[in-house]
Structure formats: structure tokens, C-alpha cells
């Protein structure tokens, strides 16, 4: 099978790769496994030192990652740059506290010696999205590879350029051969690699409908699955907020990636005062941002990914506004390009509220009080996080239980870092990947007891 790699602003070829036959794919799975046992038995400092060089060849090659991160998906040429040093940033990260993270943890029982010790499973597959197409990947790499397991790839097809790209890295480190494998595959081929007996574990960050099937396929199977799904964050601003402020984070909160972020804030859930006053502020920033061909500096709005998604977009707009919405700012598409749009008086029950957006699309709600709003972005079957904005800081803090996402911020939108926990609750999934946790999410934690 032939997988094409197209530029979504102006619909070129960029290339095409073929996919590994079944074959072939046995092959590298085997190679995984094999490549497992010396892995394993390389010493921490050796593998921290590999770790460090695939930061230094994310840095030396910045240029290179980026440019086929902007002609595969569309991503700003600015945001992309932004994108490979992050990746260059978890790969330190985990490489300075690899050792601390994997040390014994000696718990005192009645056992002259007990501890849990931090053995790697084998072979994990990451399943990932073209949003984020090196970020998403480096993120389960950095922990996962540094346990000890060997890690297995199989990306997006509309992004196999960066896929491609990221095996390179890993192999210009100096990572020995079948520690990271780059599989150019169909999804009909998923359920063969979690089978597989090598396999034994995968993450997967995407769909809805994708984590549901490669779950039942894990489970089935009883491996481990760590799902990163979608998302459908509440951005509140209570009254005492400083807007202008407010309006610069909600901005990028909403924009960052033409909108195509699981944890971008998608409903604005404002109290009454500051409605109006919010709501011609912000339409009027989103005006300002300058569409065009992500490759140029000055561009901020850049093409949504495929066709297909700036379809379903426009049809969640359409259907809002038969609904009631307000349209406030653009609602226009064409081809993979749509316009950055605001929707006012946005409530329940349409499309823009319920659904997750995946796009420049910003739903403006209206919220009687600061109970009414947490109650407003609660209406969601997702859980991945919630922004705050206010000066009231000690007050948001103590109302964070109010929420069941995963993620609080407060004067933030919220985001991914290296240092702290990520990940979801209710249909936006389960597992927690970066900090610690991301780390011992594919580790065996081995109880040792001695007599």
C-alpha cells in the first residue's frame, strides 16, 4: 500500500511511502524482541548518554524537523521550531532523572530487606496522532526507551515524513538497532502488532473511536493500553479577572495549532459581567492574527491538517447556528483552510458546546456565577482539563475539586510539561504519561522480599 504525504496548504505531494508487508512486519517485531534482552542489560549511564545525544540531534537538525512537521500538517513554521526543541527538552528531562525516577524504593516491613524494584516490560507500541507529530512521540519515547523497553511506532499516515524523521533521530544518537523502529503500516495491521507476542503494552493519544478499538484489542489480548484521547476544555473567566490578560492566554489557549490540540480551550465560559466585554476583545485579537502558508514567519493561522477535518468543522458550525449560536467572526471554509471563528450564546445540546472541536472554532458561554460556570464545564464527557482565570488565586485553588478533569490551571491555558503529570479522565481516557508517572507507567514495579 501506497500512503501519500500532502501539503494541506496547497494540496502537493510532499512524497509517498510504501508500506512493509506482513513479512516485514514480523521482521522488525522479532527485532524488537531480540533487541529487548541486550537493551535491558545496558547500564542506566549508557542509556541516559544515548537519551542526551537524541536531544542534541533534535537541536543540531531543528530546522530540518520543522520544515516537514509545517508541509505535512500545517503547523506555523514558528510553533514547529517550538515543538522539536520541547521534544529536545523531554529527552533531558528524563535523561537528569532517569536514575532517581528507577531507584529501589525500600519499604520498611517486617522483612530483613523489602523494596519495589522498576523492571522494564519488553516491547510497547505508541499508536500517534499528526497534531503534535514529533512532540506526541517523544513524550512516550524520552521514559519509555530510558526503562529499558524498546519502543515501536506506528504514526499517523499523513505524517510519515516526521515518523520517518524520528527513527532517524534515534538512530543518529546512536541507539542500537530494534530499540526504535519506525512501522509503515495500515491500521488494519494494528490488531496483528498488540497480538504479537513481543508486544506488551501500547499507548495510544487520539480518537475517541480509536482508543475504544485498540482497547478492546489490548484487553482482549491482556496488555497494558495507556489512552490520550480528546478533549473539550472549559476556559472560565470569573468576574475579577484582569481581561486584557485573560484575552492574550485565551488566544493562544484557543489558537496554538490552528485550534488542533486535545487540550485547547474550546468553551469560554464567562459570568455575565464581563461578557460582552470579553467577547468583543478576544473577536477582535482572533481578526488580528494573519492567515497564510504556515512556512512564512509572519504567518499565525495556517491550514487545518486534512480536508476532512476542516469538513467536520464547518458542519459543527452550520449546525450551531441553526441551533441559536451567534456567529460573531468568520464560519467560512476552503478546502483544508477555515476561517478562525467565534460563536456567541453557545449552550447545550449544540454542537460547539457537546462536541470536541477540533479547529480554530471559539464557543462563547455565558455563565450566571461562578457555580453556574463549573457546572457548565462539567455538561462534558471529556476530562482533560480546566483553565480558571481570576485574581482571586487562593479562592481557585480551593474550588479545583470542583472539577473532574485531569488538569487545573489557573491564570494558564492548559498544557503539557515535562515535570508534571498528564493525562485524562471519563472519555478523554486513562494513564498518565510525563513527570514520574510517565515513567512507571511501563515498568514492571517488582516487589522484592527478603527473610
Known sequence: MEFKSINPYNNKEIASYTGIS??????????????????????????ILLMKKAGEVLRTNVEVYAEMITLEMGKPINESRTEVNKCAWVCDYYADNAEEFLANEVIETDAQLSFVQHDPIGSVLAIMPWNFPFWQVFRFAAPTLLAGNTGLLKHAPNVFGSATLIEEVFTKAGFPKGVFQNLIVHHDQTEKIIAHRVVQAVSLTGSERAGSAVAEIAGRHIKKSLLELGGNNAFIVWDDADIDKTIQTALVARMLNCGQSCIAAKRFILMEDIYDEFVVKFTEAIRQLKSGDPINEDTKVGPMARID????????????????????LGGNQKGCYHEPTVLGNVKPG????????????????????????????????????????TTNIKKAV??????????????????????????????????????????????NRKTIYVK
Open 350 to 389: 449544540m454542537p460547539a458546546f457537546d462536541e470536541e472541536t477540533f479547529g480554530p472554532l471559539a464557543a462563547m458561554i455565558k455563565a450566571k456565577d461562578i457555580d453556574d460556570a463549573f457546572r457548565l464545564s462539567e455538561l462534558s464527557p471529556f476530562g482533560l482539563g480546566v483553565t480558571v482565570c
Open 398 to 443: 480551593e474550588m479545583a475539586h470542583r472539577v473532574s478533569d485531569g488538569a487545573y490551571f489557573v491564570n494558564e491555558l492548559v498544557k503539557s510539561d515535562p515535570r508534571l503529570p498528564f493525562g485524562g479522565t471519563k472519555k478523554s481516557g486513562y494513564g498518565r504519561e510525563l513527570a514520574k508517572d510517565g515513567m512507571m507507567e511501563f515498568t
Open 22 to 47: 506482513n513479512t516485514e512486519l514480523d521482521d522488525k517485531l522479532n527485532l524488537a524482541g531480540e533487541a529487548f534482552g541486550p537493551w535491558r542489560n545496558t547500564s542506566l549511564s549508557e542509556r
Open 309 to 328: 477535518l476542516a469538513d467536520q468543522l464547518q458542519k459543527q458550525v452550520r449546525s450551531s447556528v441553526e441551533m441559536g449560536a451567534e456567529l460573531l
